[in-house]
């Protein structure tokens, strides 16, 4: 699975707006500039998140956005499929966007590619705003454990 760029910045100013919640609005600007987003485009993401009900837009000169539900009520699954669409990596298991494959009745490699989809459902089911900012950020060392640099691509 890999998140598009749309989830990817969206998932950025979330979390952005639950570290500075309680302070007022943060705004487009501002949330572009401290997540490396387009402006332009983190607008029309913004403009999805408020329609989803997860953030508010404050107008004025001091206006920007914020929360618009707690932190523990969003997760991050809802977030990417709202953006995605799927959290499968092949369509063959996916409920939502299931596509037949003629090689479903004698695949071997399925079941691991079914029993990643469930597992990353779900984490992702799991992980709300909350209890993700409340954890430790990932450190460079855990990206490149020597058990994982041997496998190009990962």
């Avoid at 596509?99 to 079914?114: D, G, I, M, N």
């Avoid at 992702?124 to 855990?142: C, I, Q």
Wanted: glycine content about 8%; proline content about 5%; charged content about 25%.
């Amino acid at each position: 699975m890999k998140l598009s760029r749309k989830s990817d910045y969206a998932l950025r100013a979330l979390f952005d707006l639950v570290a500075h919640e309680g302070r007022g609005p943060i705004s487009i600007r501002e949330l572009a500039l401290r997540n490396d987003i387009p402006k332009r485009f983190l607008e029309q993401i913004m403009i999805d998140l408020r329609e989803k009900g997860w953030v508010r837009s404050i107008p004025g000169r001091d206006g920007g956005f914020v929360l618009a539900k707690p932190p523990a009520d969003i997760t991050m699954g809802e977030v990417v499929r709202h953006f995605d669409g799927i959290l499968s990596p092949i369509s063959c298991v996916s409920t939502t966007h299931y596509e037949p494959c003629s090689q479903e009745s004698v695949c071997r490699f399925r079941r691991v590619l079914l029993e990643i989809r469930n597992y990353v459902v779900k984490k992702m089911d799991n992980a709300t705003l909350a209890n993700v900012f409340a954890g430790k950020v990932v450190r460079h060392e855990e990206v490149f454990s020597p058990s994982f640099t041997y496998g190009d691509g990962i």
